[in-house]
């Protein structure tokens, strides 16, 4: 469900004993972490506070947090924004997803079932970048490709490296957008069902490989041109028309 405010952000259904400040920060987060919040876009506290039909003490309490994970930063005008992204932290980043998510991955492995097997499929059904471009709505692939890794990684009882992996999502959020409109050229081979054929045999050296690859392939060609247009063109979008010499 989405608020009425010009600032789009998603209301997400407040949760039962969930203070406004969890809301807020759930809500926030989800929106960076799925490409709603672009690089350059600035936010002010009171904007987001009306869009979330809260008041501005819990949206400053959420922004603290997650100025702390690096997703968004406060500027000394009370406005937030997508912190700088360069070309190297970019790619550091990207390495940190590979790094992470392999490693959780093997060590879900023995823990996928059947049943679970069966969600994946059902998971990469709903993936189909090629209407999601043609509409300019990235977000649905966005959320059901998140929830496609979750759901291996969270197979292991005893995993760990989730709220990490999610760390760098959250970082790398912004940019997916830009990364899934340029896809068509990189992402030749769906990556997903090499990982469930992988994890249907057991096969540790191949689902490594699956994973890396889905990573790689997915975002790693995003450039240090095109993480500079993605800045300019949201700052250019806020700025007022120039009014005409009469």
């Known amino acids: 469900?989405?608020?009425?405010?010009?600032?789009?952000?998603p209301l997400l259904p407040r949760?039962?004993?969930?203070?406004?400040?969890?809301?807020?920060y759930r809500c926030l987060r989800h929106a960076v972490m799925i490409g709603r919040v672009s690089p350059g876009r600035a936010l002010t506290i009171r904007e987001i506070a009306e869009a979330l039909n809260v008041s501005m003490m819990p949206v400053r309490?959420?922004?603290?947090?997650?100025?702390?994970?690096?997703?968004?930063?406060?500027?000394?005008?009370?406005?937030?924004q997508v912190p700088n992204m360069t070309a190297i932290r970019f790619r550091e980043l990207c390495e940190l997803r590979v790094v992470l998510e392999t490693h959780?991955?093997?060590?879900?492995?023995?823990?996928?079932?059947?049943?679970?097997?069966a969600t994946l499929a059902g998971l990469d059904r709903r993936i189909d970048i090629d209407e999601a471009n043609a509409r300019g709505d990235f977000?649905?692939?966005?959320v059901v490709n998140q929830e496609f890794h979750r759901t291996i990684y969270t197979a292991n009882p005893y995993q760990e490296s989730l709220?990490?992996?999610?760390?760098?999502?959250?970082?790398?959020g912004p940019f997916l957008r830009l990364?899934?409109?340029?896809?068509?050229?990189?992402?030749?081979?769906?990556?997903?069902?090499?990982?469930?054929?992988?994890?249907?045999?057991?096969?540790p050296i191949a689902l490594r490989v699956a994973i890396e690859a889905d990573i790689r392939d997915g975002i790693m060609h995003v450039g240090t041109a095109d993480l500079?247009?993605?800045?300019?063109?949201?700052?250019?979008?806020?700025?007022?028309?120039?009014r005409r010499a009469i």
């Not at 994970?69 to 009370?78: F, G, I, K, S, W």
């Not at 993605?230 to 979008?237: L, N």
Request: charge should be neutral; proline fraction near 3%; charged fraction near 30%.
């Open 104 to 117: 959780a991955a093997l060590g879900a492995m023995s823990y996928v079932t059947a049943e679970r097997l």
């Open 179 to 203: 990364a899934l409109a340029k896809l068509g050229g990189f992402y030749q081979i769906d990556r997903h069902v090499e990982a469930m054929e992988a994890l249907r045999r057991r096969d």
């Open 15 to 24: 949760l039962e004993k969930e203070t406004a400040s969890q809301f807020v």
């Open 163 to 172: 709220p990490l992996i999610e760390s760098v999502w959250l970082q790398l």
């Open 228 to 242: 500079l247009n993605a800045y300019t063109q949201a700052i250019d979008a806020e700025r007022p028309p120039r």
């Open 61 to 80: 309490e959420a922004l603290r947090l997650l100025a702390a994970e690096r997703a968004l930063e406060m500027r000394d005008n009370r406005r937030v």
């Open 1 to 9: 469900m989405k608020s009425n405010s010009c600032l789009d952000l």
């Open 139 to 142: 977000e649905q692939a966005i």
